[in-house]
């Protein structure tokens, strides 16, 4: 209880600051739509790429120096990109310096999971599941939500300029990395030492060759990355633009949301639907086993899409409305994603590489991810006309797949399965 929050929480904060929140910051310093989708989609490159690198932290220092020093490393960089926002060249400068914040989230992550996964149980796995999955998404409120409202009350009330707002708000995340990686000096865990601790670069080399090779030698793989990769396919069209189109103006088809507006969404309301649907999620799959439950896991994150369908066509002008149909979105995504980590971390992971093979699950949920924010901004301006009504009847469409792929979804670990079942139960 010391560190599994706070690691959870360090952990989401700069990866929705940097997938999610740059586009709100871009939107409202004037950059365009299609320019946002295309570059910020971008600086998801980092999570994709992670289990290229990622048996090369093995032989050096241990996962617990790895997760410090990252946490340090962000707060560097996330400092430089609040300096680099009063340059006029400050849209190259500040996705450069996300770009290193994004390298150092990734490499958080693959280290931050290691340590989770080598030091907690399976069934305490199951039992911190809820809370694991809370606590990073709080770190995405945080970020999405009250920082965003934060923008909003100082923009509006205390008449600062948007650039003004953001480098606040930048140089708070900032600060919070470096609290982080501070109390993770005093309580973070070691995490399990590695096999190849102090073999050096060569050692890497051969375990990034044989995780490859045992990886890919899994029963049921491409079946099962392919499950991965389109789980969260329509969601990842709804995360790049959704924000956009609420705070787009009603002239150009957007609901015309304040800041404020939609922080109080994603921080309030939002945060309540995400919590209750996670761990409603981590009780299904607990009673029912992972297997059982996945498929309907699938269903209560993609039908929810229809929300975004609807308030495109209709244009609510009520914001307490919108709020609430937005937030029917956000509890079915914390109930649907919980399917999507359990399976990757008990489906996939097992194995001598447990580690490396997390992060490559997790680099093709990433490239979900990366595909759709770079194709939604294109298809939005060149294919639908810059139409929003018409972009999330695309959306629909593209919640289909996730859906057909869970209900074929292979579980040849049914070991881990029935761990998931007692080990929650028993919580």
């Known amino acids: 209880m010391l560190w599994v929050p706070t690691l959870y929480l360090a952990m989401g904060l700069p990866n929705v600051t940097v997938g999610a929140v740059a586009a709100i910051m871009y939107k409202n310093m004037g950059v365009a739509t299609e320019d946002i989708a295309i570059y910020t989609s971008q600086l998801y490159l980092p999570w994709v790429l992670k289990p290229l690198w990622s048996p090369f932290l093995e032989p050096f220092k241990t996962k617990r120096y790895w997760v410090i020093t990252m946490e340090f490393l962000m707060m560097a960089a996330l400092g430089m990109v609040a300096f680099s926002l009063p340059i006029p060249s400050f849209f190259s400068l500040s996705l450069a310096f996300f770009w290193i914040t994004g ?24 039992r911190y599941s809820g809370l694991q999955g809370m606590c990073w998404n709080m770190g ?18 205390f008449g600062m300029s948007w650039q003004q707002c ?17 109390w993770h000096i005093r309580v973070l865990p070691t995490g399990e030492i590695s096999q190849m601790q102090g073999q050096g670069v060569g050692a890497a080399f051969r375990s990034l060759r044989d995780s490859w090779i045992s990886f890919f030698k899994k029963p ?27 705070l787009e103006e009603r002239t150009k088809g957007g609901l015309g949301l304040s800041n404020e507006a939609m922080g109080h969404i994603n921080g309030s309301v939002g945060t309540i639907a995400f919590i209750a649907g996670a761990f409603l999620g981590g009780f299904l799959a607990a009673k029912m086993t992972l297997r059982r439950s996945f498929f309907i896991l699938a269903l209560a994150l993609n039908i929810p899409h229809l929300t975004y369908f609807y308030l495109s066509h209709a244009m609510p002008g009520d914001t307490t409305w919108i709020g609430l149909v937005v937030t029917i979105e956000k509890f079915g ?35 979900t991810k990366w595909v759709t924010g770079w194709i939604s901004g294109p298809l ?35 070991g881990h399965d029935e761990a998931i079942q007692g080990g929650a139960g028993g919580h």
């Open 220 to 246: 049921s793989i491409w079946m099962m990355l392919t499950v991965v990769f389109f789980y969260r396919f329509g969601e990842g069209f709804i995360e790049k633009l959704g924000p956009i189109f609420l």
């Open 333 to 367: 995504f914390g109930l649907g994603s919980v399917g999507h980590m359990l399976y990757m971390m008990q489906q996939i992971a097992p194995g001598p590489f447990k580690m490396t093979h997390y992060a490559f699950a997790t680099g093709v949920m990433a490239m």
């Open 140 to 157: 995405a409120v945080i970020a999405s939500g009250l920082l965003v409202t934060l923008t909003g009350t100082l923009h509006n009330q």
């Open 103 to 126: 390298f150092a989230s990734a490499t958080q992550d693959i280290v931050a999971d290691g340590v989770f996964m080598t030091t907690v149980s399976l069934r305490d796995q199951a």
């Open 166 to 182: 953001w480098t606040i708000v930048m140089v708070l995340v900032g600060l919070a990395m470096g609290a982080f990686a501070l």
């Open 380 to 414: 939005f301006k060149n294919v639908f006309g810059e139409n929003y009504a018409v972009f999330f009847t695309f959306v629909l469409f593209a919640s289909i797949p996730p859906v057909i792929m869970a209900f074929l979804a292979p579980f040849p670990q049914r």
